[in-house]
């Protein structure tokens, strides 16, 4: 599937003068808080709301999880058989890109969320805030 996204940020770049040639990868996710989120419910949110899984994977873990900072390449999809809390994680070499997240500032409205949001409470669950971002592995940009 075409990261629309990642093209956009590389075609931008490129018009700006900032770097060509530059090779990017993007991501969407969302931060979750609440008493009653429990891993099994944060999995079961990601499977049937979050993600699309005919044509999206998707990775559940704790804030500050490696995971969570490897390219979707190195995190597969999970099976059904297979926890997607494995271990995973860029390597450690020079070609590594380099991890660009980005988030709403506080107050800005973000409707994404509150649906989110709004949907999570519809499975009966105390969801105290959701918020949404955009991640960007940039690789082939130099200083």
Known sequence: ????DARRV???AAALGLAQ????????G???QGPELTA?????????LFADTVVEQYVVAPVGDRRLTAPAE????PSADESSRRPAGP??????PQLVQVLLKPGVMDPVAQSAEAAAGDFGWDVEAVRTLRKYWIAGASG
């Open 1 to 4: 599937m075409q990261d629309v």
């Open 10 to 12: 590389e075609a931008d």
């Open 40 to 48: 099994e419910r944060v999995e079961r949110l990601a499977r049937e």
């Open 21 to 28: 040639g530059i090779r990017v990868t993007s991501a969407r």
């Open 30 to 32: 969302y931060l979750l």
């Open 91 to 96: 390597q450690d070499d020079a070609a590594t």
């Open 74 to 77: 190195a995190n597969p999809a």
